[in-house]
């Protein structure tokens, strides 16, 4: 039991590393080696953003509780919003505007065109985020982290990937899938149309991305992306089910 939990806290460590730039707090990297090696290190990937969207969905029914749902909704955006855009340093975002600005034509209006684009994958997200939380789907950051990060997951885990960004076996992949059904039940009782969708939206990006990433090469900026663009899809979708 003492070592099961050991390489839980090492693969979770491993995780964070992975997914957040962040840094963990001192008791947490001195119980984790952080080299993933161990069997529930694909585990971790979604349990670690269930984790962290569970405690904002805690502290935002605190909130509500204490004060009233609408302070609580505007807290859950604030808090989501502070995960979604800082745990990567805001990379994804700014790639977002610049390959928007990219595809863009207006060569005279470029700069001013970039400076939009940078602030408004921002400024949309927390407005999705704000109708979610006023809508009562302050869970719903759980399943979309959750979907997200099991979506890179899956990615680096895959047959098709000549990679091997973690050690994977077959342990490991039953350890994974027990992972997801179990965050799939108990998103079902808590947010039963967003993890529909979030389940749905998952398997679908990953049989997009996987055939993708056979022909293109499965790189860890590549896997990377496809985790943002599921956010953003996860998002969508949360805007529209909740």
């Known amino acids: 039991m003492k070592k099961m939990l050991k390489d839980l806290l090492d693969a979770m460590g491993f995780a964070w590393g992975e997914l957040f730039d962040l840094p963990l707090q001192n ?4 119980s984790s080696s952080g080299n993933g090696e161990t069997s529930f290190t694909l585990a971790a990937f979604p349990l670690l953003g269930f984790l962290v969207g569970a405690l904002v969905a805690l502290i ?3 909130v509500t509780v204490i004060f009233n749902p609408h302070a609580g909704g505007v807290l859950f955006a604030l808090l989501s919003w502070a995960v979604l855009c800082f745990k990567d340093s805001g990379r994804g975002d ?7 600005v990219s595809k863009l034509q207006h060569e005279g209006n470029r700069e001013f065109i970039r400076n939009i684009m940078n602030i ?4 949309l997200k927390f407005a999705i985020l704000l109708f979610i939380g ?5 869970f719903y950051l759980a399943i979309l982290l959750s979907g997200a990060f099991a979506l890179q997951a899956a990615l680096v885990s895959s047959d098709d990937c000549q990679i091997r960004f973690i050690p994977v076996n077959e342990r490991s992949i039953m350890i994974f899938r027990a992972a997801l059904v179990l965050i799939g039940v108990v998103g079902f009782i808590f947010c039963r149309l967003g993890t529909i969708g979030v389940i749905a939206a998952v398997c679908v990006l990953f049989i997009i991305y996987n055939r993708k990433f ?11 992306r496809a985790g943002y663009i599921a956010e953003w899809t ?4 949360g805007l529209f089910l909740l």
């Open 120 to 123: 408004f994958p921002v400024l």
């Open 214 to 224: 056979a022909e293109d090469g499965f790189s860890a900026e590549n896997i990377s």
């Open 60 to 62: 935002s029914s605190l």
């Open 94 to 100: 700014a790639w977002f505007g610049n390959y928007a």
């Open 134 to 138: 006023l809508a009562g789907g302050t």
């Open 234 to 237: 996860l998002l969508g979708i």
């Open 27 to 30: 008791i947490f990297r001195n």
